[in-house]
């Protein structure tokens, strides 16, 4: 009794079985390489690649089992059946085949498993159906169990050859799935082998037409040439891939140095696509080939605009994995990749445009500073509310001014003053509903629209604001002042028609609520709109007065009153006005404080005079008179001193005359300028004493080196008993303080006597001189130095 374990063990050839191991390998090895390439996605001819690896696996099964059964001698008569010996061979391509076929056209992730046990399936059919052909001078018994292990142990390693080969994307993948096929068959033939034992008898021969074992040489040359074939066109294949997969890196490499996505695609099927595409998708690269486009672009008009519109961009909306949605720009365009037409799409994401888009509309439409609609974003609102406006409805526009804002940044600075915009802009927000609109429309000015039922509804709203900034004003901080507001209100369409008459009219209801005073609100009235437009027309000619060269200095001589000697002049400002002719300064000094022009001018004015003074051949003064607004600037002081310094005019013969009402709104903060403007040894005079609040601590407080009585106490002083005993009053007053008292509005001579005996200083009004170019006091002053060096050097 023989096993045919021993006889490979005792009497087996050892260059047969090394050559079924060759063979093995290469039927695996092809099997593998072929299989992989069929089961790419766009390979062509994908049933005649599994064909291929179906008769290389399959013929390689068959040599393998056949050579290792040449090898071994059991010393009897041996002989093999034709008609199961080439049945086996059938199976063995048919069923492996199957399995195959099945791994790789069945979509199903497991496929590769089923696959993998049906060629395990097939290995045993043409084992056991190629071992019923095998005859010998005895009989063959078989162990069952060990029959069993061979098939299990066969299909075990068939799966996992197929699975591993087929599923991974690398070379040493492929090669471990190639082994586990060789092993597969190797140790199916091995324990099926161990399964049989061979019993001689004497009685029984080799039957008829068996064909000697020596005969199967041919064929299984056959099959062996055939694997030899299908190893050489797997390494073709494989060779080519390899070259394919470089050309595709070094491609891929360059897609993904691109910041826009690049997609390859064959027939709206990604074949490829790199990284940047694969972040905008959410989706793996790896993962995207196979896929078709529809799946991100599911819009079929975009997909019908690229493919008729070839190298032109289009816009879409690309759909990501986690349902959100990206705004894109695409451009498509015809390649050849691996040597077949297909089509590149670079996708572009917008996100950033459009975020950027939004921004540039948002800033073209909102002041950036408070993030509230501009005034041009106002008017097309309220263009809008007027248009969709029904009868017997109203609409309120109500235009706001910060009272004192110019204050504010002057006093505690520019940033400070933003963020009290801010503020102001988010307080009056606050008290609005999505019906209503607030918008910054100038620098210290806010414009609300809202929708009115009566007049009175835009006054309680009007109170509500000025109520909040009062309440917010109370709670603030030291340093973050909220101004209080004055408010005018124009209703639609009780006082207007269109937007211009209304925006004009709240405008002028504005300017009617600043007559009143500060914090306060006024409705528009027709009867008195007419002065105020007037006003705002002034105020605009006023603007381009000093550009335009139309303000004038004149000059007022002043006088000690016992000598009647001119010691000094007071500058005046006139304006003539091209049209109006010459402009009272009672009509537009007031304009140019409310709208703060007097600074503009008034620096023009200081300059001007110092400018002319300084050409002087004699040294004498020259008065300026100084508003509120400038008194309270802290850059006053230093813009004095640099006019000054630009004029070259002697600090000590420049006086400025401020009025008592410009230093009570904020004393300390005069103070503190006066000061320094006194540090530069130029002298101030309280002007119009008597008509303020004629304090006399104003006189202890503030550095004053002159007092000026207003010409309302000076007229008829020497007739009228009560203002010469006012007249006396204030200057035994200078003369206690050691101030010299000037006279302002003398008229008569009797006026100048009366001032005389009562030892005032100074005087000076139309008795004296009348305002006028300074050329005309050339008597006075010498003339212009310019003149008098042209005069020596003709001289000389």
Not at 194 to 203: G, I, K, N, Q, S
Not at 369 to 376: A, E
Not at 568 to 589: D, N, Q, Y
Request: charge should be negative.
């Amino acid at each position: 009794m023989l096993t045919v374990i021993g006889c490979f063990i005792i009497g087996n050839d050892p260059w047969l079985v090394v050559l079924a191991a060759i063979i093995c390998t290469l039927a695996a090895s092809s099997t593998i390489a072929l299989l992989v390439h069929a089961r790419r996605p766009r390979a062509g001819w994908r049933s005649g690649w599994v064909a291929i690896a179906a008769l290389a696996g399959g013929s390689g099964i068959w040599a393998t089992h056949f050579l290792s059964m040449l090898a071994c001698d059991p010393g009897l008569v041996t002989g093999y059946t034709i008609g199961p010996t080439v049945l086996s061979l059938v199976l063995a391509v048919l069923v492996t085949g199957i399995g195959l076929g099945t791994a790789v056209f069945w979509a199903a992730r497991v496929a590769p498993l089923v696959g993998g046990g049906i060629v395990g399936l097939g290995i045993a059919a043409m084992h056991y159906t190629g071992m019923a052909g095998y005859e010998i001078a005895g009989h063959v018994i078989w162990n069952a169990p060990l029959v069993a292990v061979s098939i299990a142990v066969g299909i075990v390693f068939a799966i996992a050859a197929l699975w591993i080969g087929l599923t991974s994307t690398r070379t040493r993948g492929r090669a471990t799935g190639a082994a586990l096929l060789v092993v597969a068959i190797c140790a199916h033939h091995l324990i099926g082998m161990t399964a049989v034992t061979l019993v001689p008898d004497p009685r029984v021969s080799v039957p008829e037409g068996t064909v000697p074992a020596l005969w199967l040489a041919l064929p299984v040359g056959l099959a062996s040439l055939t694997i030899l074939l299908m190893a050489c066109t797997a390494l073709i294949l494989d060779l080519r891939d390899r070259q394919s997969a470089v050309y595709r890196g070094r491609l891929l490499s360059l897609a993904n140095a691109a910041v826009d996505g690049l997609v390859i695609c064959d027939k709206a099927v990604i074949v490829s696509a790199n990284d940047s595409f694969a972040t905008l998708t959410g989706i793996q690269a790896r993962d995207l080939t196979g896929l078709p486009l529809s799946r991100f672009f599911p819009d079929r008009d975009t997909l019908r605009g690229l493919a008729e519109r070839a190298d032109e961009p289009i816009e879409g909306n690309l759909h990501r994995t986690d349902g959100t949605v990206l705004p894109v720009e695409l451009i498509m365009r015809p390649i050849a990749y691996a040597s077949t037409p297909h089509v590149a799409l670079a996708v572009r994401d917008l996100t950033m445009r459009r975020r950027a888009e939004r921004q540039i509309q948002f800033l073209v439409s909102h002041d950036p500073l408070t993030g509230l609609p501009n005034r041009q974003a106002f008017y097309d609102r309220l263009d809008q509310h007027l248009r969709q406006a029904v009868p017997g409805e109203r609409l309120a526009l109500l235009y706001i001014d910060l009272d004192g804002f110019k204050e504010i940044n002057d006093l505690v600075g520019n940033a400070i003053g933003d963020v009290t915009l801010v503020r102001v802009g988010q307080l009056i927000a606050g008290l609005l509903d999505e019906t209503q609109m607030v918008a910054r429309v100038g620098s210290d000015e806010f414009a609300v629209v809202t929708p009115c039922a009566h007049a009175v509804t835009a006054g309680r709203l009007a109170e509500e604001i000025r109520a909040t900034l009062r309440a917010a004003s109370d709670r603030a901080p030291q340093g973050e002042p909220v101004p209080a507001a004055t408010i005018g209100i124009a209703v639609f369409p009780d006082d207007a028609r269109d937007r211009n008459d209304l925006v004009n009219a709240a405008d002028t209801a504005l300017l009617l609520a600043k007559t009143e005073g500060r914090g306060s609100y006024r409705f528009f009235e027709s009867s008195v709109g007419q002065d105020v437009r007037d006003r705002r027309i002034l105020e605009k000619h006023l603007r381009r007065a000093l550009s335009e060269n139309q303000l004038r200095l004149v000059y007022q001589p002043q006088i000690e009153t016992r000598t009647e000697a001119v010691f000094g002049f007071e500058v005046l400002l006139r304006w003539h006005h091209p049209a109006r002719g010459l402009v009272s300064p009672a009509l537009f000094i007031p304009i140019a404080e409310e709208s703060g022009l007097i600074r503009e001018i008034g620096a023009w004015v200081l300059r001007e005079a110092c400018r002319e003074a300084a050409q002087w051949v004699a040294p004498l003064t020259v008065a300026v008179n100084v508003s509120g607004l400038q008194v309270h600037d802290p850059a006053f002081a230093p813009s004095v001193k640099a006019i000054l310094a630009e004029t070259g005019l002697d600090p000590a013969r420049l006086e400025l005359e401020i009025t008592e009402t410009a230093l009570i709104r904020d004393p300390v903060r005069a103070s503190t300028n006066l000061r320094q403007l006194k540090a530069l040894g130029l002298r101030i005079a309280m002007d119009d004493f008597g008509t303020g609040y004629s304090s006399l601590s104003n006189l202890r407080l503030f550095p004053f080196d002159t007092i000026k009585i207003d010409g309302s106490f000076i007229a008829a002083v020497d007739s009228n008993p009560q203002a010469a005993a006012i007249v006396r009053s204030v200057l035994g007053l200078g003369a206690g303080l050691g101030l010299p008292v000037i006279a302002e509005g003398v008229e008569t001579a009797e006026e100048l006597a009366f001032l005389g005996a009562e030892n005032c200083h100074a005087a000076q009004g139309y008795f004296i001189g009348r305002p006028a170019p300074i050329s005309a006091f050339a008597q006075h002053t010498g003339g212009s130095r310019a003149d008098a060096h042209v005069v020596a050097t003709v001289a000389a």
